[in-house]
């Protein structure tokens, strides 16, 4: 097959609305890199003061797309990885984020479970039965926690600090579907182009903003897993195989499948990007309507972030998780 702009041999076969696309190497990078100045421009993701925080995981998703806003735009870029303690999976996938950031001019930082809470994700995996939910959920409340403290100190450091996630089409379109299913509307809000706090979604403006607060925001929104892979494997990428040993995402997976499949057999190409502006439409419109009480602007007591209480969700649940670990390791 050959790339429709170029004639030379085609790598990659891209979604357009109405067909496929083939496209050669060199179309890809740039297509690829065309949907991220789309996604910036069109949700208003990064201005001109503007310092990007990766939120740099070492896989696939996360190098590409380092490479891909180091390459295009001339803001100030930095890169975090968070270290769970996760043995044989997260100290080999920081050793590329280390290398790739280097290469890319990035300036890395590192933090670490253990040094920030006193314990890693393989103490709390040893101890899950003392828990009622699955690792990840733990995981992930604790990592985004720690990712945010960082980010409010580079933010007295660097100008205007954005979190940016490798968040692909696929997996915002999955997580739509998964969080409509479970009709949980609170994660729902996580899938808009800028997030972190509700009231600053879609259709509101960045510099309404309230001063110290970290938008995180998703660059890579129009670009596909399967495109994203590709980018990774033209460019002669190299990362770890596999994925997290505790990861239990069995439900995301057959959904995948069951979305990839509706796509292929029904040749709607447009279908994902229907419904990420689907969703989008009507997020905005929502949370237009949406009136913020003033009690729901207090700040945690403990990280600062809004919350209805004193002390917010994710630091009772930290707080709790902590407790249980340290009489756990005590005992041993
Ligand atoms: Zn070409
Ligand atoms: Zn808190």
Redesign the pocket.
């Known amino acids: 097959m050959k790339?429709v702009?170029?004639n030379?041999e085609a790598v990659f076969e891209a979604s357009t609305p109405t067909k496929k696309i083939s496209?050669?190497e060199?179309?890809l990078v740039e297509d690829v890199s065309k949907k991220v100045k789309l996604a910036v421009k069109k949700y208003g993701l990064i201005s001109k003061n503007t310092t990007i925080l990766i939120a740099l995981s070492g896989g696939k998703d996360s190098i590409s797309l380092m490479h891909v806003l180091s390459k295009n735009f001339e803001n100030k870029i930095i890169a975090v990885s968070v270290n769970e303690g996760i043995k044989g999976y997260r100290d080999e996938s920081i050793f590329f984020a280390k290398k790739y950031a280097k290469e890319f001019g990035v300036k890395h930082y590192v933090i670490e479970f253990k040094k920030e809470y006193g314990f890693s994700m393989d103490d709390v995996v040893r101890i899950m039965n003392k828990f009622p939910l699955k690792p990840c959920s733990y995981c992930g409340v604790l990592r985004r926690q720690l990712i945010n403290k960082f980010a409010k100190k580079m933010n007295k450091k660097y100008d205007d600090v954005r979190l940016a996630t490798a968040h692909t089409l696929d997996d915002e379109v999955q997580s739509i579907f998964m969080n409509i299913f479970q009709n949980d509307f609170e994660k729902l809000m996580r899938c808009s182009a800028i997030t972190g706090y509700y009231k600053f979604n879609n259709g509101i403006k960045p510099k309404d903003f309230p001063k110290g607060f970290i938008p995180r925001i998703k660059p890579y929104r129009l670009v596909s897993e399967k495109e994203s892979m590709a980018y990774f494997l033209v460019n002669n990428f190299k990362t770890i195989e596999g994925s997290c040993p505790n990861i239990s995402d069995a439900y995301r997976n057959r959904l995948r499948n069951a979305l990839n499949k509706y796509v292929w057999k029904s040749r709607r190409y447009d279908f994902k990007l229907n419904i990420l502006n689907w969703f989008d439409a009507i997020l905005s419109k929502k949370l237009r309507n949406h009136k913020i009480k003033s009690s729901e602007l207090k700040e945690c007591k403990i990280c600062g972030e809004p919350t209805s209480g004193e002390i917010c969700k994710t630091c009772i649940l930290i707080e709790k998780i902590k407790e249980v670990v340290k009489n756990e390791i005590k005992k041993e």
């Open positions: 790339c702009f170029c030379k496209l050669c060199k179309h």
